[in-house]
């Protein structure tokens, strides 16, 4: 049975992690190692403490434990996978587990998808990476990241007038959209600029 580590707890560990206070938010989750070291949520609190310390290959020890404990079928570890080899620049590889994250999920979560996107049109695919884009918006569309990722590659590929629906689409829903790990203010002064740009390409 799946054990989970309580809010409160949560909570704390990750005000510890803001403050820079690693090896203390360590010594919390070694006591529920302790008790139980399958525990989903504390593996992946290890994985986070190590990966914010700059210790990535840590970091992947406890993720690979994770998904060899799921036998690379569970979507959320891969996906984390992903995250840490792209870290260590491990492209190709890192492609793979997204590929297979992809797969698992049947192309219907919108953040692997955007991923995926993502690496495509890096590794030159751009039709292709930018078509996953399209797929992950329509699964989401008031995923910020996802409208900016979209605003950024129109730009890129010179199709201004999208890039120019997207912005008004940003602004026309500003107030409904979901954040992740940017502030809205984050996204505004990136969204200006790239407005601007636009404005200057069009006129």
Known sequence: ??????????????????????????????????????????????????????????ASKAIDFLNSEKNNEDPLWLYVKWILEMEKNNRKIAKEYLQKALILTNWENHEILRCYGLCEYRYGNRE???????????LNNKDAEVI?????????????????????????????????DKTIENYDSKINLFEEFVRIQTK
């Open 1 to 58: 049975m799946i054990k989970y580590i309580p809010e409160t707890l949560l909570d704390e560990l990750e005000e510890l992690k803001d403050l820079w206070k690693f090896d203390e938010a360590m010594r919390i989750i070694n006591w529920v190692l302790i008790d139980d070291p399958h525990n989903e949520d504390a593996l992946l609190q290890v994985a986070d403490i190590q990966y914010r310390k700059w210790e990535i290959g840590k």
């Open 128 to 138: 292709k990476g930018l078509n996953f884009l399209k797929d992950s918006f329509s």
């Open 148 to 180: 900016f990722n979209l605003i950024e590659i129109y730009i890129l590929e010179r199709n201004y007038n999208k890039a120019k629906n997207m912005i008004s689409y940003y602004h026309k829903n500003h107030d409904d959209l979901v954040l992740i």
